[in-house]
């Protein structure tokens, strides 16, 4: 089946406590990207790849890394969480950057900094 | 610089009702205009895509939207409510390098 698989799907961390959010999809799909949703304000995107070694920062990168390393795989990481990095985050990919093409989610990954 | 405004975080319909969720954009070049959908607990699933042609583009589960450029706008609407209907609604924009907008999302419910 064609999906986007992100882990973990919960997590509930402590400020400071280094963590990565996975994120792999099987389409072979050239573009990845990761969201935050918070309430009211929609999905913002955090940092993109357009493709494996090709990543570049989104609207709201402060605090987060990522790398490309593979094709499939492309992995949020959160050095030093703080608080106000608590939200739902959603990875997805698209074949190409047409930007015609469809974005595939993943479920999303819930994450709460205390 | 594109963007998106959803008009109404809340909408409330009755079963069997007509939905009408707004969405208006701005972009400097044509666009291509999404609607997707959130259910609980889950990511977002497409609904419908503009991309070039007709202007009423036919999605899954018998919503559809139109394009209207005059008024900068892509409204969704189905014409009878379902309960299963009942989940979040995303309007987006996108264009080069796959730069998408999300509008703030409209939490649609659907009353018995």
């Known amino acids: 089946e064609a999906q986007v698989t992100q882990n973990p799907r919960y ?6 406590k280094k963590l990565t959010v996975t994120c792999s999809q099987n389409m072979n799909h050239e573009y990845m990207s990761w969201y935050r949703q918070d309430p ?3 999905l913002r995107q955090i940092y993109y790849s357009m493709n494996v070694e090709v990543t570049d920062k989104g609207d709201v990168p402060e605090g987060y890394k990522v790398s490309r390393k593979e094709k499939r795989n492309f992995p949020l990481i959160l050095e030093s969480p703080s608080p106000n990095q608590t939200s739902l985050y959603f990875c997805a990919s698209s074949l190409s950057t047409s930007g015609a093409n469809v974005l595939t989610f993943g479920a999303g990954s819930r994450l709460t900094v205390l | 610089a594109q ?3 959803q008009l109404g975080s809340h909408v409330s319909v009755s079963e069997g009702a007509l ?6 954009y701005s972009s400097s070049v044509p666009p ?6 959130q259910y609980p607990n889950q990511g977002l699933q497409l ?3 503009y991309t070039t042609g007709a202007t009423l583009v036919k999605g899954i589960n ?3 939207a139109e394009f209207k450029k005059s008024e900068t706008s892509f409204h969704l609407t189905k014409p009878s409510a379902h309960m299963s209907d009942a989940a979040e609604y995303f309007c987006a924009v996108s264009g080069p390098f796959n730069k998408f907008y999300f509008g703030s999302g409209t939490k649609l419910n659907v009353k018995p």
């Open chain 2, 47 to 49: 609904l419908l895509k």
């Open chain 2, 62 to 64: 018998g919503f559809e």
């Open chain 2, 3 to 5: 963007s998106v405004t």
């Open chain 2, 19 to 24: 939905v009408l969720l707004r969405c208006n």
């Open chain 2, 32 to 37: 291509y205009l999404f609607w997707y959908v």
């Open chain 1, 11 to 16: 997590l509930i961390t402590v400020t400071g």
């Open chain 1, 40 to 42: 009211g304000l929609g």
